[in-house]
C-alpha cells in the first residue's frame, strides 16, 4: 500500500477487543499484571501504552527507519537524542538551528554534560575543519529557521562517514513526506510533531526515528528513563494528524509557492526566501533532496523594523503567533518572538534583522491570503499605524 493509503489506515489494528476502526485511548497510567512472575505487555504508561506504540510503528513507517519513540515535545525529542551521548562526546550542530535546541545545547555544554561546536553545515570544508578526536556527531536541521538555508545532507553524511560520525537530521520543517534523511545517510531523525505532523495546533509533541534496532533499543531506554515519552491523549490526537498530512501538505504548499511569488512581485519587499523560488540560494539542492519545498516563507522588508510592526498587526487570516505547521496561517517577528532568545550578535550572524518577517502559510484560500497580506503591506506604503 502506498503512504497515503497506509495513513489514512492509521491505529485501525490497536483495539483487539471489539475491533474499532478509531483507535481506543488506553488512558491509564497502570496495567494488571496476571501474576507476579509473567510481565504483562503493558505495565506503566511512561514505558509502553497501546496507543503511544501504535503512533511509534506509524512514525517508523513514515521515515523507514527500525523503530521510534514518541515523545511529549519536540524538546523532550531533543533531550532522548542527547541522552545517548557521555560527557566528553563533541557534537557539531547547524549555526542556525531552532533556538531551543541551541540553548539546551550550550547550557549541556556550559555544565559538562557534552561539548558542542556550532559551525555553518552549508560548508562541507568547515564540518570537516571542526571535527576533532572526541567528536561523536553532526546535528543538522535544514530547511534552517528562519532563513530556509539548505544542508547537502548527501555531502555532509559522507563527512559524517568517513569520520564514524552519526548524522541527526531535524526534520520538522519538512516531513517525512516532502524530505527523507535515512536516504541520505542520516543515523536519527528528531521531530517536532507540534508542527506539521500533527498539523493542528492543539498537541505539543515531538518523536525520534532511528535507522538501526539498536539504536531504537537505545531511544526507547533513554526516553524512558529521563521520563519524556508521550501522553495517551496527545498520541492519539497525533494519529488522527497524521492522517490527513498528505493532503494538508499539498496545500500548504501551493499557497506556500503563490504567497512567495506574489512577495517576490511586491514593491515593499526586499527579499524572498522560499527553497522552491529559483533565485533561492539552496534551491538546487533542495530540488535535489527534497519531494516539496514546505509551507514557510520568510521575507524582509525594504522598510524598518517598525514596518514590520505595522505589517504584522495588519494580518486578519494570518495570526500572529509563533509555531508553524497548523492548518491555520501564521506570521510573526522572528526577532522579537522565536528568536528573541538568541544574542543580538548571534541574530546578526544569522541575518535575523527587525525587518524580517516570517510566514507560516496554511491550508486556507489561497486568494483569501495573498489579500491578506496585499492589504497589510499597504500599510508599509500609506505609513499607517494600526
Ligand atoms: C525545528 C524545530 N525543532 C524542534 C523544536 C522544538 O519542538 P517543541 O516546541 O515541540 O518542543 C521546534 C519548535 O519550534 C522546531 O522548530
Same mark, same amino acid.
Given at each position: ?49 497501546? *496507543? ?146 500533527? *498539523? ?150 544569522? *541575518? ?9 502559510? *496554511? ?24
Amino acid at each position: 500500500m502506498k503512504l497515503q493509503t497506509r495513513l489514512a489506515l492509521a491505529g485501525q489494528e490497536t483495539d483487539g477487543t471489539y475491533r474499532s476502526v478509531v483507535p481506543p485511548i488506553y488512558q491509564s497510567a497502570i496495567f494488571k499484571f496476571e501474576n507476579p512472575d509473567t510481565k504483562p505487555d503493558y505495565d506503566y504508561s511512561r514505558s509502553g501504552n497501546p *496507543g503511544r506504540n501504535a503512533l511509534e510503528e506509524v512514525l517508523a513507517d513514515l521515515e523507514g527507519g527500525a523503530g521510534a519513540v514518541a515523545t511529549s515535545s519536540g524538546m523532550s525529542a531533543v533531550t532522548t537524542v542527547l541522552g545517548l551521548y557521555d560527557a566528553d562526546a563533541h557534537i557539531l550542530c547547524s549555526h542556525d538551528c531552532y533556538g531551543g535546541t541551541e540553548r539546551l545545547l550550550t547550557v549541556w555544554a556550559r555544565q559538562g554534560r557534552l561539548k558542542v561546536s556550532f559551525v555553518d553545515l552549508t560548508d562541507v570544508r568547515a564540518v570537516e575543519a571542526a571535527i576533532r578526536p572526541g567528536t561523536k556527531a553532526i546535528w543538522a536541521e535544514t530547511p534552517s529557521n528562519p532563513l530556509l538555508r539548505i544542508i547537502d545532507l548527501a555531502a555532509v553524511s559522507t563527512v559524517a562517514k568517513r569520520h564514524g560520525l552519526e548524522l541527526i537530521v531535524d526534520n520538522t520543517f519538512l516531513s517525512p513526506l516532502f524530505q527523507r534523511p535515512f536516504e541520505f545517510g542520516a543515523d536519527l531523525i528528531v521531530h517536532s510533531t507540534t508542527k506539521y505532523l500533527n *498539523g493542528h495546533s492543539d498537541i505539543v509533541g515531538g518523536a525520534v526515528v532511528a535507522r538501526t534496532e539498536e539504536r531504537a533499543a537505545d531511544i526507547r531506554f533513554t526516553s524512558n528513563a529521563l521520563g519524556l515519552t508521550a501522553a495517551p491523549f496527545d498520541s492519539w490526537l497525533l494519529v488522527r494528524g497524521l492522517k490527513t498530512l498528505p493532503l494538508r501538505l499539498r496545500q500548504h504548499e501551493e499557497n506556500a509557492f503563490a504567497v512567495a511569488r506574489f512577495l517576490a512581485e511586491h514593491d515593499a519587499v526586499d527579499k524572498v526566501f522560499y527553497p522552491g523560488l529559483e533565485t533561492h540560494v539552496g534551491h538546487d539542492i533542495a530540488r535535489r533532496q527534497q519531494s516539496g519545498f514546505g509551507g514557510i516563507v520568510s521575507f524582509r522588508l525594504k522598510g524598518t523594523g517598525a514596518d514590520a510592526r505595522r505589517v504584522l498587526g495588519a494580518t486578519r487570516v494570518f495570526a500572529l503567533a509563533e509555531s508553524l505547521g497548523g492548518v491555520e496561517s501564521l506570521i510573526e517577528q522572528p526577532a522579537t518572538m522565536s528568536h528573541a532568545s538568541m544574542r543580538p550578535e548571534q541574530r546578526a550572524e544569522a *541575518g535575523i534583522t527587525e525587518q524580517i518577517i516570517r510566514l507560516s502559510v *496554511g491550508i486556507e484560500d489561497t486568494s483569501d491570503l495573498l489579500a491578506d497580506l496585499e492589504l497589510a503591506l499597504s500599510r508599509v506604503e500609506t505609513g499607517v499605524l494600526v
